[in-house]
């Protein structure tokens, strides 16, 4: 790929009811702006991720409505949904609207507000009408995944926990993430029981918020920021849906992964840095098994070294992941891959990675058969 | 542009109560895929399109669903949202990602269901939500701009109602529109009313439908199909929301039409057959004037001359138009590219436009100050 990340912009992450997904939305695209020192006027293009505003809010076409507040005007403007990676799927096409040379300076924005009266999210369906009935929601689903891991490779509940732990410690360091007061993994087991082994503090929060990114040809990106982050490989796939689906990962997240170190032409062992989608503490540990940073069933032994913690070999969501910065749908994406870019940049304040030049970012959206629907690895280099 | 249209499926438009989105959209891909000889393997990347279904139906990532039923998987899958210009804003993207060279084939799925309960997008808020409280819905704005331009313009609302029984005289001749009975000017002015001068046949209907269309780059696209159709120009815009909006057009057609004219190297004398946005008879007429094809206050004279009828110099709305063919949302824009393939193809049966070698088709999605937030206009040519 010939694309910089020229520009950023994350909001806090929490329960703000007195913001509009246009105010959330403005305040990151302005800190983008500002951060590249452009101008409305300079954004070629522009890519708006959402989920859930035209369920709850009867809102469409939402990016026309953000950027008319912000003055932005007469471009092209895509709105964007796939899930949890709804975020970083428009970062995805908007790097493609750039290579196909339809913009010089693309924007891409993710937005969410869930604190919304009607939000079934959590307690909906994983897959469809019939499982939402049998009781199978999205908890019910990674609680099921957590338990045929623990089986299979003797994990114990415990140790799952530690996910939760470490990244509140990291989100303590984050002053945007939602929560920030370190916990235990006492806390985490004795947090309300949600779907067992998964209790509140294993599952991600609600969360409104909004982040955005500003990218363009590489070429061109030291006219606009002195410290661009390049994008090494950009990768979207869907599942393959096999039956029975394996429970204890995800195939797409090895085909994800493989193909975006094809493209980077990195491996694993050459991070330095990685942010992925722990929408529930099982989750992690399985993605560092999906993406090489462990093999199968290594996951939680990578973990208790210490190896994902800031100070360990390759550091594991330093911004508090979903589960501790929040998870407004849409923005975690976005988010995600601000945040590799601040640790590229050396920007990352108290949570830095000292010397960082590779980072992932992996995101996972929505859930079919067993697998997922939608799974984005992106990988940034200095 | 480097892209050619290599096959192409359209459903039946209408009132279908017993088939799915995924029902829908299944037949629309299957037709796709069989008119360009591919099978689904060949799928290198998809968008689908689709703007009612998460508010009506909780549904989300729509697309993964109709290519999972499809067998298709394990590609790069978009789902986008573009109000009323949905279809037509996903092929402007799958355009962008083969050119990017992310895909060899990109399939564009548009699928609409609107006969479902809760459907209120018709009463609903042109605007926002003070403009819905006012009684501001999409039938008054289009109301006002009728009477705003019969003022301006000396034309009447039986002018008006010429679009209508033109449209449905040319949705006569194809077996797939929603209503395909003839109709007069005094039927048009004596239907119901709705807001003065537009009655129920000035307005398009509620329908479902889907719609396919498959694309690849030009140089291989012989491989797949005999007569492909090449995409000369791929244009996206928001609107310029100037206060106070002219109501007698949208500025965005003009510099939509315009980069696409300049894309193409052809203007609007050298096209052969139009697919135009006519949501509203009147809208067909500013249409005319916002795509050059009339100048200012000449739409209805060039109506009434019957150049934009089949057998005229410039036929409009062969396929019947949003008014006669249906308006399944997102549906619409991939269907008016797919009519406009079939014409310069010369497979388009009785509504052939005899020796098409160049069209147009424009797409119009939502609004906002009195601008519209998304225009497309694709020009095509054999």
Redesign the interface.
Known sequence: MEIAVIGLGITRFGYFPGLSLENLAAEAVQKALADAGVGPAHIDLACSAN?LA??LQ?E??LG??I??ELGI???????????CSSGS?AF??T???V????AEIGLVIGTEKMHLPGN?ILS?AATGAAEAQAGFSVPALFALRANRYMHTYGATAADLALVAVKNRRHASLNPLAQFREPITTEDVLNSTPVAGPLTRLSCCPLSDGAAAVLICNKKRAKRYQSRPVYVAASV??????TNPPSLTGWE?DE?AAAKAYAMAGAGPEDLDVVELHDAFTIAEIMHYEGLGLAGPGEGVRLLKEGATSLGGSIPVNPGGGLLSRGHPLAATGVAQIAEIALQLRGEAGARQVPGARLGLAHCM??D??GDA??VTVHILKK
């Open positions: 989920v035209s369920s009867q469409f076409t026309q409505k950027l008319w005007k007469k471009i092209p403007v895509l709105n964007l949904e796939n899930a799927s995805y096409l790097c493609l609207a290579q196909a040379g339809a079934s909906g979207l796939l869907s599942g393959s849906y797409v085909r959206g929505g079919l058969q629907r939608s």
